[in-house]
């Protein structure tokens, strides 16, 4: 089984500063593909960005970048700009690349966006 | 753009009840998942479904639990016998042709078992 770990329950963070997430994962796989969801208030889960595997390169999408390191099976997660909109918890989440394409999911970080 | 709906968004019900929460995914995706949320504490996954059939399921999801897509659009969670353990935010996520692919969240059913 995977093993997604987020070691940083909360996190405050000025408005217009970065922010740094940490993930790490447990996994035999070498194949698989990684995610950030944003949880706000309302509790929906939406898709902040997603990394495959094979691709050496850093996913980024606007303000939101990842820095993934394989060998140490690290997947941080970097909001830049940040915005008081921007105020949820953050989940790690880990799928296979075959076999079962369940999401598993890290305990979350809150992150608060100071005015 | 497309998205995920679940309903009710909110459901109260009494111990031992049975409950079905709904759940009509994007409109061409293949693949469908159940996950739950306890107050607190992180997503778990319960139950994927493919090809009108259950392709994996947790721990969790046990003899109480059912899914079914009733008509090609609704895809449902059943709860038989509820128990206050039960109480959760209940997620539907649908992904597209290849399981691969991002999984899209609904809003979510706040389920209270009193």
């Known amino acids: 089984a995977q093993t997604v770990t987020q070691s940083q329950p909360e996190m405050s963070v000025q408005e217009a500063e970065t922010v740094t997430l940490s993930c790490t994962y447990d996994t035999s796989e070498n194949n698989y593909y990684l995610f950030w969801y944003k949880q706000p208030p309302s509790r929906q889960m939406i898709l902040v960005i997603r990394?495959?595997?094979?691709?050496?390169q850093n996913a980024t999408e606007n303000r939101f970048s990842v820095n993934f390191q394989k060998a140490a099976k690290s997947f941080s997660l970097k909001i830049s700009d940040s915005q008081l909109g921007d105020t949820a918890m953050y989940f790690c989440?880990?799928?296979?690349?075959?076999?079962?394409?369940?999401?598993?999911f890290g305990a979350g970080t809150t992150v608060t966006v100071r005015a | 753009e497309p998205e995920v709906t679940q309903t009710p968004s909110h459901q109260v019900t009494q111990m031992g009840q049975e409950v079905i929460l709904r759940c009509v995914p994007i409109s061409n995706h293949l693949y469908f998942y159940w996950y739950r949320q306890i107050l607190g504490q992180k997503v778990e996954f319960l139950v994927s479904f493919y090809n009108n059939e259950i392709s994996e399921k947790s721990e969790i999801f046990d003899d109480q639990f059912s899914v079914e897509r009733p008509d090609g659009s609704n895809f449902t969670l059943k709860i038989r016998s509820t128990k206050l353990e039960d109480s959760a935010m209940y997620f539907c996520a649908s992904c597209c042709i290849q399981a691969q692919e991002t999984q899209y969240f609904g809003p979510g059913t706040r389920l209270l078992v009193l």
């Open positions: 989440a880990f799928m296979k690349h075959v076999g079962d394409y369940k999401l598993s």
């Open positions: 990394q495959e595997a094979y691709k050496q």
